[in-house]
């Protein structure tokens, strides 16, 4: 397998975004991508496309990543759309690390965009919740804050995990968003605020919930044989991991746990060749904040239940042992579906480079992860990268 | 790049399937293509799936992969949806292609589905009608069979390209599809039938188009380095190329002709080494008649503005010097959109093993082409294929 790098990445703010319509977005991105790439590149050199969208909203609803490539002046390279709900353009990333791999081209872009805010509230959460168990569970009322809020009372009767833990990642991760020029929710919170803010759906409060975002994010791919033409300060793919689960929670076994989540994760630890205990910082599916305490246990950072004590104490804010979403993660940078995955392999690359704005640089940022859940964990991803 | 080969591939029968739902029809396909290994398989060896889909009717609308893969019986791996509309499958073919060649994994399936027959006349012409330029032309009436219709109209004017000739296609096809099990519209018609019946967008007729049809396909592919564990008989992909054309036909320099076709035929002829004169038979995208004698043309099959003649003189009939769509296509076999792509290559496969029903089995087998357009040629994909 050819080594595969990041040469360049680039993102939309995410938020309100009534200016731009969605391949604008992509383009916004796709030109900040490009423009960071140290020695410069002609945008001719890109040879395929991987796209991740759930459903643009409004305008092209199926062939899109011909109409995107179009829009980014990438004129007649292949464009492939990857759908896997929330977990598209990681998905869309594995796929051009493959083609890049293979030998089949020497430079991909994958990238993500979602428009979210033209579309009011009752059917947001329609347009959402298709990529649960439509024919079983959503008309029941398993949404995804219903799924989550399940699996939150779970992990509390199980576990002891207290409600003041969900809400302390949530302003962890407002910390760490405020000071991120890209973010949606850019807005500090007091713990006393988190806790008294309205259900959505018990136990989970409305600063439990990411927001719905509007947003793009695009990185550039590079096989190792011909980086040396783009940058001298490459960041490498040590490894990734990918896998499914019933899309109906009443086929798991489990709902305090993403077993995609644990399987992609076996896949990426063994190809990187590292141990959880090596990853430096990370970036994970906080699309709730009962999913990142999951998350720290279904990715090892901390022993199974207790994900809760691991926020507690201070282990994933900035300045911790391992700092976990110092972007802001979903919860406060926001949540355009399509655009999450590559935005956090964006911010990774960022960090591993030392790029990011000073007040939220991590110190050791030797080898950072991504974790990207697609639904209830229906579908999942894991990357390691590092400068190795 | 590490050779990667086809071991097995199923189908349903196209046409009305009420009688079953999506992940139903893909189970069907995918359980007759893991029967016909020659060695047999276990599916727990099947690392990666691959599924093309436009939008499932009815049911599951997102993260689709996932739900298809546990009804397969695949719990837990890597799921991909890639949606390119009507070129879905053969691009979700091209990318486990480049799984298997980077050596991310050994055996994948790709594989598609549609269900279009559960939506009335009007609401499918909007459904279909998504993969073309929303935002400029379709809403002015450049529906599919607007687009192809203006195509023919240039075609014939520009070369002479005869009413009886679009005609002829739909005849040729209809007598192929007739000995297929496969096939949706089973039967044969006559020159005159064809060319008075009704029209559907001047100069095209109902039977210059290929119906809208319910169906599944699936493949599975194979590195050549664990090959010998499955069959001794494997099929080779040689070669393939890809590409993207603008969405809005009003951005192209030319509607008698997919530059798209030209640029992914181009790639695949250079990969395989080999040029148009050397392929034996082939399946292309006859979404409606005059698809094939553009697409004969951006083959190269035969010089530009001849596709008519080319189909006149017997050429792409059985029995002819270079078999087209001895399937039925798209035509008479059937277009549910996401399974075409992998339908095409399954009867390739076929074909070259000599295992396809005796009335259509080809004499040439040698080497066999796949052609799969998206929209009105937003994206294409051209595939070849032997035993070499």
New interface residues.
Partial sequence: ??QVMIIGAGMTRFGDRMDKGASELLLEAFDEAIRNVDKGMDRRDIEMAFIGN??VGG?????????M??ALGL???????????CSSSS?AF??A???V????CDIAIAGGVEKMREISGKQVRQWMG??????WERQIGITFPGAYALAAQRHMLDFGTSREQLSQVAVKNHEHGFNNSKTHLKMKITLEKALKSPIVAYPLNVFDCCPTSDGASVVIICAKDVVSKYTDRPVTVLGY???????SIS?RYTITSL??TT??AQRAYQMAGITPREVSFAEVHDCFTIAEIMAYEDLGFCPKGEGGKYVEEGHTKLGGTRPVNVSGGLKSKGHPLGATGTAQIMEVFKQIRGEVEPQRQVDNNKIGLTHNA??FG??ATVCIFGMR
Avoid at 59 to 67: C, F, N, Y
Avoid at 76 to 82: E, L, S, Y
């Fill in positions: 397998m050819r759930q459903g305008s092209q609803l199926a062939l899109i990543a011909a109409q490539v179009e004129y007649g390279i292949p464009a492939f759309r990857v759908e896997n709900a998905f594995i796929n690390v493959q083609a791999a293979s030998g089949a298709v990529a649960g168990d439509n024919e991991g990918a896998a499914s689960d019933a899309i086929n077993i995609a399987r992609a697609g639904g229906g579908t």
